[in-house]
Protein backbone atom coordinates (compact mmCIF):
# COMPACT_ATOMS: atom_id res chain seq x y z
CA UNK A 1 0.00 0.00 0.00
CA UNK A 2 1.06 3.41 -0.93
CA UNK A 3 1.67 5.87 1.87
CA UNK A 4 0.64 9.60 1.28
CA UNK A 5 2.87 11.43 -0.47
CA UNK A 6 3.60 13.73 2.80
CA UNK A 7 5.95 11.63 4.19
CA UNK A 8 8.51 12.39 7.46
CA UNK A 9 12.05 11.42 6.31
CA UNK A 10 15.33 12.04 7.74
CA UNK A 11 18.54 13.07 5.08
CA UNK A 12 21.35 11.72 7.16
CA UNK A 13 23.81 14.18 6.75
CA UNK A 14 23.11 16.04 11.58
CA UNK A 15 20.82 18.19 12.49
CA UNK A 16 17.18 15.60 11.51
CA UNK A 17 15.97 16.50 7.51
CA UNK A 18 11.76 15.70 7.32
CA UNK A 19 10.42 15.35 3.23
CA UNK A 20 7.49 16.64 1.76
CA UNK A 21 5.83 15.57 -1.51
CA UNK A 22 5.01 18.50 -3.79
CA UNK A 23 2.56 18.25 -6.67
CA UNK A 24 4.16 16.94 -9.51
CA UNK A 25 5.83 19.62 -12.45
CA UNK A 26 7.63 19.30 -15.66
CA UNK A 27 10.97 17.95 -15.39
CA UNK A 28 14.23 20.38 -15.13
CA UNK A 29 16.07 19.14 -17.92
CA UNK A 30 19.42 21.78 -17.50
CA UNK A 31 22.96 20.61 -17.03
CA UNK A 32 24.18 20.54 -13.80
CA UNK A 33 25.12 24.11 -13.05
CA UNK A 34 28.55 24.50 -10.67
CA UNK A 35 28.50 26.30 -7.61
CA UNK A 36 29.49 29.60 -7.13
CA UNK A 37 30.84 28.71 -3.42
CA UNK A 38 33.40 26.83 -3.54
CA UNK A 39 37.35 27.05 -3.55
CA UNK A 40 38.26 28.18 -6.92
CA UNK A 41 41.27 30.53 -6.10
CA UNK A 42 44.69 28.59 -4.25
CA UNK A 43 44.65 31.35 -1.89
CA UNK A 44 40.78 30.07 -1.06
CA UNK A 45 41.62 26.54 -1.00
CA UNK A 46 44.44 26.96 1.43
CA UNK A 47 41.98 28.83 3.45
CA UNK A 48 39.84 25.51 3.90
CA UNK A 49 42.48 23.50 4.74
CA UNK A 50 43.51 25.84 7.74
CA UNK A 51 40.16 25.98 8.34
CA UNK A 52 39.52 22.19 8.89
CA UNK A 53 42.00 21.70 12.15
CA UNK A 54 41.65 18.15 13.66
CA UNK A 55 39.24 20.27 16.30
CA UNK A 56 36.64 21.41 14.02
CA UNK A 57 36.85 17.97 12.04
CA UNK A 58 35.83 16.01 15.64
CA UNK A 59 32.98 18.84 16.63
CA UNK A 60 31.24 18.96 13.14
CA UNK A 61 27.94 17.79 13.22
CA UNK A 62 26.41 15.41 11.13
CA UNK A 63 24.11 16.61 9.00
CA UNK A 64 20.61 15.42 9.30
CA UNK A 65 17.74 17.54 9.27
CA UNK A 66 14.38 16.66 9.75
CA UNK A 67 11.40 18.38 7.19
CA UNK A 68 9.06 17.59 4.79
CA UNK A 69 10.21 15.79 1.49
CA UNK A 70 9.90 16.91 -1.79
CA UNK A 71 9.00 14.77 -5.02
CA UNK A 72 8.69 17.41 -7.81
CA UNK A 73 8.76 15.89 -10.71
CA UNK A 74 8.90 12.46 -13.01
CA UNK A 75 10.61 10.18 -11.91
CA UNK A 76 14.77 9.66 -13.15
CA UNK A 77 14.68 9.48 -16.53
CA UNK A 78 16.31 5.70 -17.64
CA UNK A 79 19.29 5.52 -20.28
CA UNK A 80 21.79 3.13 -21.53
CA UNK A 81 22.99 0.86 -18.70
CA UNK A 82 26.82 2.48 -18.46
CA UNK A 83 29.73 1.35 -16.07
CA UNK A 84 33.54 2.77 -15.56
CA UNK A 85 35.12 0.30 -14.01
CA UNK A 86 37.10 0.77 -10.39
CA UNK A 87 40.75 1.35 -10.34
CA UNK A 88 30.55 -9.18 3.59
CA UNK A 89 27.30 -9.71 3.15
CA UNK A 90 24.10 -8.65 5.39
CA UNK A 91 25.52 -6.65 7.79
CA UNK A 92 23.39 -3.88 9.21
CA UNK A 93 26.02 -1.24 10.36
CA UNK A 94 29.41 -2.80 11.91
CA UNK A 95 32.75 -1.20 11.70
CA UNK A 96 34.83 -1.94 8.27
CA UNK A 97 38.10 -3.50 9.35
CA UNK A 98 39.11 -5.15 6.10
CA UNK A 99 41.11 -2.38 4.45
CA UNK A 100 41.81 -2.51 0.69
CA UNK A 101 41.01 0.37 -1.62
CA UNK A 102 37.46 1.73 0.31
CA UNK A 103 39.31 3.03 3.16
CA UNK A 104 41.10 5.19 1.08
CA UNK A 105 39.01 6.60 -1.04
CA UNK A 106 35.38 6.55 1.08
CA UNK A 107 36.29 9.46 3.70
CA UNK A 108 34.80 12.26 5.42
CA UNK A 109 32.79 15.62 4.41
CA UNK A 110 33.09 18.99 5.87
CA UNK A 111 31.62 22.26 5.23
CA UNK A 112 29.97 24.73 6.65
CA UNK A 113 25.69 24.81 6.56
CA UNK A 114 23.92 27.80 8.18
CA UNK A 115 27.04 29.36 10.36
CA UNK A 116 27.54 25.75 11.58
CA UNK A 117 30.61 23.01 10.89
CA UNK A 118 28.43 19.95 9.51
CA UNK A 119 29.65 16.46 8.02
CA UNK A 120 28.97 14.00 5.64
CA UNK A 121 30.78 11.34 3.65
CA UNK A 122 31.79 10.84 -0.16
CA UNK A 123 33.85 8.89 -2.33
CA UNK A 124 37.02 9.15 -4.91
CA UNK A 125 35.74 7.79 -8.02
CA UNK A 126 37.79 7.38 -11.41
CA UNK A 127 37.68 10.33 -13.54
CA UNK A 128 39.32 11.96 -16.82
CA UNK A 129 41.00 14.80 -14.19
CA UNK A 130 41.38 12.31 -11.40
CA UNK A 131 39.41 14.64 -8.98
CA UNK A 132 36.24 13.94 -8.85
CA UNK A 133 33.90 12.96 -5.43
CA UNK A 134 30.29 11.45 -5.18
CA UNK A 135 28.09 12.46 -2.52
CA UNK A 136 24.71 13.29 -1.96
CA UNK A 137 22.87 16.72 -3.31
CA UNK A 138 22.24 17.18 0.21
CA UNK A 139 25.88 17.22 1.43
CA UNK A 140 26.84 20.63 -1.13
CA UNK A 141 23.32 22.64 -1.20
CA UNK A 142 20.58 22.45 1.57
CA UNK A 143 17.31 24.85 2.30
CA UNK A 144 18.00 26.87 -1.09
CA UNK A 145 21.97 27.59 -0.52
CA UNK A 146 25.10 25.86 -1.06
CA UNK A 147 27.68 24.69 1.83
CA UNK A 148 30.52 26.69 2.29
CA UNK A 149 34.34 25.69 3.53
CA UNK A 150 33.28 22.07 1.69
CA UNK A 151 36.69 19.60 2.13
CA UNK A 152 36.96 16.22 1.52
CA UNK A 153 39.42 13.71 3.60
CA UNK A 154 39.26 10.51 2.20
CA UNK A 155 40.30 7.50 4.70
CA UNK A 156 39.48 9.67 7.98
CA UNK A 157 39.63 7.40 10.77
CA UNK A 158 39.62 8.64 14.42
CA UNK A 159 40.85 12.45 14.14
CA UNK A 160 43.14 11.70 11.78
CA UNK A 161 43.77 12.67 8.12
CA UNK A 162 46.03 10.14 6.60
CA UNK A 163 45.97 11.41 3.27
CA UNK A 164 45.09 15.41 3.60
CA UNK A 165 42.66 17.71 3.35
CA UNK A 166 41.04 18.11 -0.49
CA UNK A 167 39.47 21.76 -0.83
CA UNK A 168 36.73 21.50 -3.34
CA UNK A 169 36.99 24.01 -6.28
CA UNK A 170 33.57 23.19 -7.70
CA UNK A 171 30.20 21.70 -6.44
CA UNK A 172 27.97 19.90 -8.64
CA UNK A 173 24.69 18.48 -8.28
CA UNK A 174 21.09 17.72 -10.49
CA UNK A 175 19.57 20.25 -11.80
CA UNK A 176 16.39 18.68 -9.89
CA UNK A 177 17.89 19.03 -6.60
CA UNK A 178 19.53 22.46 -7.51
CA UNK A 179 16.07 23.96 -8.43
CA UNK A 180 13.29 22.06 -5.62
CA UNK A 181 15.95 20.09 -3.59
CA UNK A 182 13.84 16.79 -5.28
CA UNK A 183 14.73 13.53 -3.19
CA UNK A 184 14.99 11.61 -6.30
CA UNK A 185 17.89 13.02 -7.39
CA UNK A 186 20.12 13.24 -3.97
CA UNK A 187 22.83 13.40 -6.15
CA UNK A 188 26.07 15.32 -5.87
CA UNK A 189 30.13 15.59 -7.00
CA UNK A 190 32.86 17.92 -5.86
CA UNK A 191 35.88 18.53 -7.53
CA UNK A 192 39.05 18.61 -5.10
CA UNK A 193 42.14 20.88 -5.92
CA UNK A 194 45.34 19.42 -6.16
CA UNK A 195 47.32 18.70 -3.00
CA UNK A 196 50.88 19.08 -2.75
CA UNK A 197 51.18 18.68 -6.48
CA UNK A 198 48.91 15.49 -6.75
CA UNK A 199 45.73 14.99 -8.08
CA UNK A 200 42.66 13.02 -5.03
CA UNK A 201 42.83 9.44 -7.30
CA UNK A 202 46.20 9.64 -7.65
CA UNK A 203 47.08 9.46 -4.29
CA UNK A 204 44.56 7.18 -3.05
CA UNK A 205 43.13 5.65 -5.72
CA UNK A 206 39.85 5.78 -7.59
CA UNK A 207 36.28 3.62 -7.28
CA UNK A 208 33.96 2.82 -10.39
CA UNK A 209 31.15 4.11 -11.06
CA UNK A 210 28.17 2.77 -13.11
CA UNK A 211 24.51 4.08 -14.41
CA UNK A 212 21.05 2.76 -15.08
CA UNK A 213 21.73 -0.68 -13.80
CA UNK A 214 19.37 -3.44 -12.74
CA UNK A 215 17.86 -3.46 -9.31
CA UNK A 216 17.49 -5.99 -6.76
CA UNK A 217 21.71 -6.64 -6.54
CA UNK A 218 23.75 -7.20 -3.59
CA UNK A 219 25.23 -3.75 -2.62
CA UNK A 220 27.45 -2.77 0.12
CA UNK A 221 27.05 0.69 1.80
CA UNK A 222 29.66 2.74 3.59
CA UNK A 223 29.71 5.81 6.00
CA UNK A 224 30.89 8.24 8.51
CA UNK A 225 28.18 8.24 10.93
CA UNK A 226 28.20 10.35 13.65
CA UNK A 227 25.20 10.24 15.23
CA UNK A 228 24.29 7.81 18.33
CA UNK A 229 25.60 4.92 18.43
CA UNK A 230 28.39 6.10 16.19
CA UNK A 231 30.96 9.24 16.55
CA UNK A 232 32.47 9.28 12.65
CA UNK A 233 35.39 8.22 13.94
CA UNK A 234 35.54 5.10 12.00
CA UNK A 235 34.19 3.78 8.59
CA UNK A 236 31.08 1.67 8.77
CA UNK A 237 29.33 -1.04 6.11
CA UNK A 238 25.99 -2.40 5.82
CA UNK A 239 25.63 -4.87 3.10
CA UNK A 240 22.78 -7.40 1.30
CA UNK A 241 20.60 -7.09 -1.21
CA UNK A 242 18.61 -4.13 -1.85
CA UNK A 243 14.85 -3.77 -2.72
CA UNK A 244 13.09 -0.89 -4.22
CA UNK A 245 11.44 1.91 -2.06
CA UNK A 246 7.79 1.21 -1.92
CA UNK A 247 7.23 4.94 -0.26
CA UNK A 248 7.45 7.93 -1.54
CA UNK A 249 10.81 7.90 -3.89
CA UNK A 250 11.88 6.10 -6.85
CA UNK A 251 15.38 4.97 -5.12
CA UNK A 252 16.56 1.84 -3.36
CA UNK A 253 16.73 0.67 -0.23
CA UNK A 254 18.90 -1.37 1.91
CA UNK A 255 18.71 -2.73 5.63
CA UNK A 256 21.53 -0.43 7.06
CA UNK A 257 21.67 0.96 10.84
CA UNK A 258 23.75 3.97 9.40
CA UNK A 259 22.90 7.33 11.24
CA UNK A 260 23.49 11.40 10.20
CA UNK A 261 26.61 11.85 8.79
CA UNK A 262 26.53 8.84 6.88
CA UNK A 263 24.55 10.82 3.96
CA UNK A 264 26.79 10.77 0.57
CA UNK A 265 28.58 7.61 1.55
CA UNK A 266 28.62 5.05 -1.12
CA UNK A 267 26.54 1.74 -2.55
CA UNK A 268 28.56 -0.43 -4.33
CA UNK A 269 28.27 -3.06 -6.68
CA UNK A 270 30.43 -5.70 -7.49
CA UNK A 271 31.83 -5.04 -4.22
CA UNK A 272 35.53 -7.11 -3.50
CA UNK A 273 35.90 -8.03 0.20
CA UNK A 274 39.40 -8.88 -0.80
CA UNK A 275 40.47 -6.29 -2.45
CA UNK A 276 38.00 -3.37 -0.77
CA UNK A 277 37.34 -2.45 -4.49
CA UNK A 278 33.56 -1.99 -6.27
CA UNK A 279 31.57 0.08 -8.30
CA UNK A 280 29.68 3.41 -7.31
CA UNK A 281 25.98 2.83 -7.97
CA UNK A 282 24.27 5.33 -5.23
CA UNK A 283 25.03 7.03 -1.96
CA UNK A 284 23.26 7.40 1.37
CA UNK A 285 20.52 9.81 1.44
CA UNK A 286 17.56 9.25 3.92
CA UNK A 287 15.77 7.13 6.09
CA UNK A 288 11.94 7.48 7.24
CA UNK A 289 11.45 7.85 10.65
CA UNK A 290 9.33 4.80 11.15
CA UNK A 291 11.44 2.68 9.62
CA UNK A 292 15.23 3.27 10.95
CA UNK A 293 16.41 -0.20 10.60
CA UNK A 294 16.59 0.75 6.35
CA UNK A 295 18.59 3.83 4.59
CA UNK A 296 17.39 4.33 1.14
CA UNK A 297 19.26 6.42 -1.94
CA UNK A 298 18.67 7.59 -5.13
CA UNK A 299 18.75 5.42 -8.34
CA UNK A 300 22.09 6.58 -10.68
CA UNK A 301 20.10 7.32 -13.96
CA UNK A 302 21.04 9.82 -16.96
CA UNK A 303 20.72 13.09 -14.66
CA UNK A 304 23.65 11.79 -12.23
CA UNK A 305 25.74 10.55 -15.19
CA UNK A 306 25.32 14.03 -16.20
CA UNK A 307 26.52 15.28 -12.64
CA UNK A 308 29.41 13.04 -13.01
CA UNK A 309 29.91 14.11 -16.50
CA UNK A 310 30.37 17.53 -16.06
CA UNK A 311 32.36 16.92 -12.90
CA UNK A 312 34.82 14.53 -14.13
CA UNK A 313 35.85 17.24 -17.62
CA UNK A 314 35.78 20.42 -15.21
Request: charged share 15%; net charge positive; with cysteine.
Amino acid sequence: MRLPRATLVTLLAIPTLALTATPASSAVKDDPAPSKSAAASSSAQERVRQFWTPERMSSARPMEITRRARVNGPVPEAGTPTVVEPLRANSPGEPWTAGGAVARTEGRVFFTYQGRTASCSGNAVTSVNKSVVITAGHCVKLDGAYHTNWAFVPGYNSGNAPYGTWAATTLLTTPQWHASEDINYDVAAAVVAPLNGQRLTDVVGGQGIAFNQARGQLMYAFGHPAASPYDGSRLIYCSGTVINDFLLSNGLGLRCNMTGGSSGGPWFLSFSEATGTGIVNSVNSFKYNFLPSYMFGPYFGNDAQNVYNTAQNS
